[in-house]
């Protein structure tokens, strides 16, 4: 069937096919956008009213029961929620503040969103919510745009307390690299990394983190941040008679570079840095691209001291940043249970082997 088609057919569907998917994506943002509108105007009408008329609580829960009652089988207007739509409607508040209640009932509702409302599901906006303060609520909308969150990994970003790790990784970027991509590499990086997602002890060896964070690989990549590639695990060098082998190589797709990754179950000790210059002297020279930029170096540790790390780094001339990693979940624990506990796997293992035993009991 295909030797009867012109030749033009086959690009012609692949265009078309694009422009479904592009079509689809705008229709449902276009969604998105107006069910945020009409939270935002029932939040901004129930403000209003609250100020002119001393609406209290009792008065908004009748007002849930009301629509509820309504439209039976519509999700989104039980009173918790409404209640978040007035939250929504104070945390981006009209530009001009009305003081008396709209004539027109109809026009009470069709007020446009504020432009710095961002396009995000109506669940990451409650979960933005929980931040007070204005900037640091956009920073994180902006973020979420940008990585692609989901609701969980939002709040999870939120309670690691992101903004404050991003771009905090001691490095010689600003000395070994032009700006702004010097800025940019400099922002790829955190400090600490959590990798919650991890049952670790304290005794634990680096094939061990290695172990878990590939197992883990979308989470890893989740707390990498955006941009990152994964290329492979314990992936070869050969210099001169010797073979060497990185721990974890990635690409970042926004440098345009090899990034090396190794990984410490100790604290940072200076020899460390020339061992990475090392191995980034042998990835440009074998791997990297005429079209690539320098290849990046990343070494996590279990701790480090800033003074000892940036002596060793000073004289470096690859670009390399270190920074501390940490597992949140035995963090709180005595040092006699850590390591002890379950993992996920195991846990789901036992509850699936027990309710199997149930069914057949």
């Known amino acids: 069937m295909s030797t009867d088609l012109p030749e033009g057919f086959r690009p012609f ?24 509108t009409l939270y935002w105007n029932i939040g901004r009408a129930i403000t209003e009213r609250q100020e002119a008329e001393g609406w209290g609580a009792r008065v908004i829960d009748h007002l849930a029961d009301e629509i509820q009652r309504a439209f039976p089988g519509v999700g989104g207007f039980s009173r918790p929620n409404i209640y978040r739509m007035r939250a929504f409607y104070l945390a981006y508040p009209a530009a001009e503040s009305a003081s008396a209640i709209v004539s ?7 007020e446009p969103l504020p432009p710095e409302v961002p396009d995000l599901p109506w669940g990451h906006i409650v979960t933005l919510q929980r931040l007070k303060d204005p900037p640091l609520r956009q920073w994180y909308a902006r973020a979420a745009v940008e ?12 309670d690691t307390r992101l903004h404050e790790r991003e771009g905090a990784a001691i490095t010689n970027f600003a000395r070994t690299l032009p700006p702004p991509r010097s800025d940019l590499a400099q922002q790829s990086l955190k400090d600490p990394y959590v990798f919650d997602f991890l049952t670790l002890g304290r005794d634990a060896q680096e094939r061990d983190l290695e172990a878990g964070l590939v197992a883990h690989v979308e989470r890893f990549l989740m707390e990498l941040g955006v941009g990152f590639a994964f290329v492979g695990r314990q992936v070869h060098l050969q210099v001169g008679e010797q073979d060497f082998y ?16 190794e990984l410490k179950a100790v604290a940072f000790e200076p020899e460390f840095a020339g061992k990475m210059n090392f191995y980034l002297s042998a990835v440009d020279a074998q791997m990297r691209h005429p079209s690539d930029g320098p290849s990046l170096g990343v070494i996590l540790c279990r701790g480090r001291d800033r003074v000892v790390v940036e002596y060793a780094l000073r004289d470096v001339q690859k670009p390399i940043g270190v920074a501390e990693w940490e597992t949140r979940l035995v963090a709180s624990l005595p040092q006699e249970l850590e390591g002890a506990l379950p993992s996920v796997e195991q846990l789901e293992a036992e509850l699936g082997a027990a309710g199997a035993s ?4």
């Open 104 to 110: 027109q009932a109809v026009r009470q509702f069709a």
């Open 246 to 261: 990185l721990d974890l190589l990635f690409y970042h797709l926004k440098l345009r570079c090899f990034v090396v990754v």
């Open 358 to 361: 149930e069914e057949n009991a």
């Open 13 to 36: 569907v692949e265009a078309l096919k694009a422009h479904i998917r592009e079509s689809q994506v705008r229709a449902a943002l276009a969604v998105n956008r107006t069910l945020l």
């Open 147 to 158: 990585g692609g969150w989901s609701r969980a990994v939002l709040l999870a970003q939120i």
